[in-house]
């Protein structure tokens, strides 16, 4: 029985989901979505403040600042009420509305950049805000996501041997590429510990963090404006690039198992999918890792008229469709399965009265 008093204290590192049934390829997911800031970032974030703390970086008066899509916002949040210092998020309109609400109840202050950059788009302009508060003042600590190596460090810590214990026959690991933190801890502690795993990054279209040209993109998470200071490709094996439609896409066909999962997991089991499927692996044992999970999403991804303006009628598919007829679970790269626009309001309002499992 777990018995905290602090909430960054708690954190399942050990489920796993068994997605074949959901997809017809041999995939394990691991969540991550289940803490107290409902993602994968408190690690990081947990690992930078302390840090900080240790090197003698915080002191009373210190207001720690952050630039955020999000989930880090929310875990820093979390993480500076409890230990009383005081926070500012700087973050940009693809942050979803619940996450800012949820900083703000956490008593965070959050910034909103609402122009791009011309040159380095919406995470150029949280930057320069950033920059231009700690210019300003000198009790702004910025921990920095893009350069600290607690980012990685946590996932060397904690998310790889996590995987690591619960899969001594692991062959290839998927993981989602923002910051580029999840994926250079793991690549880093499998190098060493376990240099036959493949690491495989998944990254969205219109990101250029491995070269790509510039595109907008709407889902947050994965994908980066500027190629992201941490990533040292010579530490990966392959990588996937995924259209954001395949993302909305494989997130309705896990809801429509009952699995409600983040933006970026639908990114990473699209992408894992994609690759088991090219590479014929029926033999290989496979993970993938989800960052959060689905609630947060409910005004985007898991919101019909969201999905119909940004994506179009197609990605709705009839009820049909959702009943899954044999034979189209065996294809989860081409014909993906998710709900009916029907399916999908309504399954947003049995969450909206808490019918919900995060
Ligand atoms: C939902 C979600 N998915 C994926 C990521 C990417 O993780 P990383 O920054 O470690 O690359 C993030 C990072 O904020 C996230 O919030």
Not at 236 to 260: K, N, P, Q, Y
Not at 316 to 334: F, I, Q
């Amino acid at each position: 029985m777990p018995i905290i008093r602090d909430p960054h204290l708690f954190n399942e590192q050990s489920l796993f989901v068994d997605l074949e049934g959901v997809l017809g390829c041999r995939l394990f997911l691991k969540i991550e979505g289940f803490n107290f800031a409902g993602s994968i970032k408190l690690k990081p974030a947990r690992e930078m403040v302390e840090r900080a703390e240790r090197e003698g970086l915080i002191s009373p008066g210190s207001i720690l600042v952050e630039s955020s899509s999000g989930n880090l916002g929310v875990a820093l949040s979390m993480i500076a009420a409890s230990k009383g210092y005081r926070f500012v998020c700087v973050i940009d309109p693809r942050c979803n509305q619940p996450t800012q609400q949820l900083m703000e109840s956490l008593g965070a202050q959050v910034d909103l950049v609402t122009e791009p950059d011309p040159v380095d788009g919406f995470l150029g302009a949280r930057l320069n805000h950033v920059r231009d508060l700690c210019a300003s003042d000198e009790r702004y600590i910025w921990l920095n996501q893009y350069t600290n190596p607690g980012n990685w460090g946590a996932h060397y810590r904690w998310t790889a041997p996590e995987i690591s214990n619960q899969f001594p026959d692991l062959d290839v690991l998927f993981v989602g590429a923002g910051t580029t933190g999840t994926l250079m801890g793991c690549a880093r502690y499998f190098r060493e510990h376990r240099p036959d795993v493949r690491i495989v990054a998944v990254d969205a279209a219109g990101s250029v963090s491995f070269g790509g040209q510039p595109a907008p993109r709407l889902i947050p998470g994965l994908g980066m404006s500027v190629r992201p200071p941490q990533l040292d490709e010579a530490l990966i094996d392959d990588v996937v690039m995924v259209e954001e439609l395949d993302t909305v896409r494989a997130c309705h066909r896990l809801a429509a198992a009952g699995f409600t999962l983040g933006g970026s997991t639908g990114t990473v089991v699209h992408g894992a999918a994609s690759w088991l499927t090219q590479h014929d692996a029926q033999d290989l044992t496979a993970v993938a890792i989800s960052p959060d999970m689905g609630r947060p999403y409910l005004d985007t991804v898991y919101n019909p008229d969201w999905v119909h303006d940004h994506f179009g009628a197609e990605v709705l598919a009839t009820p049909d469709d959702l009943a899954g007829a044999p034979g189209r679970r065996s294809d989860p790269v081409s014909e993906p399965q998710h709900p009916s626009r029907e399916a999908v309001a309504g399954y947003a309002a049995t969450a909206a009265l808490g019918n919900f499992v995060q």
